[in-house]
């Protein structure tokens, strides 16, 4: 029994492991990648990376270096963006929402996301993850 419980932790933290976000130099991000993120947003200065499902995310702006996070395909292909917003500036409908499907839940960050087509969601951060609302507060999913 404690060796199928130690193999299961085991899985656990392999998979979560895989899942979270690879932090990058920047010499280690292809320079179409970095081209594209000085094009499209040439305000971005003191830019963190990331290596998250695939692509390539540049971190910049504010204290925690994290109030804008764009995504870009290894290619340099614009994904998303997320502007992180006050709590507050989510959809009504957002904090409601986690209070009756998310017990004892709070919303730790949110983020206005925009993606290459110019949809507009809403992103809630929990401590079990990420919580994606349409741009009426309407849930979608989570990530």
């Known amino acids: 029994m404690k ?6 932790v085991l899985a656990f933290m392999i998979t979560n492991t895989c ?9 280690n991000v292809p320079g179409v990648v970095k081209a594209a ?6 305000q971005a200065t003191k830019v963190g990376w990331e290596k998250e499902k695939g692509n390539y ?5 504010g204290k925690s270096g994290e109030d804008n996070s764009v995504s870009f395909t290894p290619s340099g292909i614009f994904v ?11 959809p009504k409908e957002v904090v409601p929402y986690v209070a009756t499907y998310y017990k004892g839940a709070k919303i730790k960050e949110a983020g206005k ?4 087509a110019g949809k507009t969601m809403y992103e809630a951060e929990i401590k079990s993850g990420d ?13």
């Open 3 to 8: 060796r199928k419980l130690a193999l299961t």
């Open 113 to 116: 996301v925009t993606d290459a």
């Open 80 to 90: 998303e963006i997320v502007k992180a917003i006050p709590v507050s500036e989510l």
């Open 19 to 27: 899942v979270m976000a690879q932090a990058l130099k920047s010499e």
């Open 131 to 143: 919580l994606i609302f349409d741009e009426k507060g309407n849930f979608i999913k989570k990530d």
């Open 37 to 42: 993120l000085a094009s499209k947003y040439p």
């Open 57 to 61: 995310e540049a971190n910049w702006g």
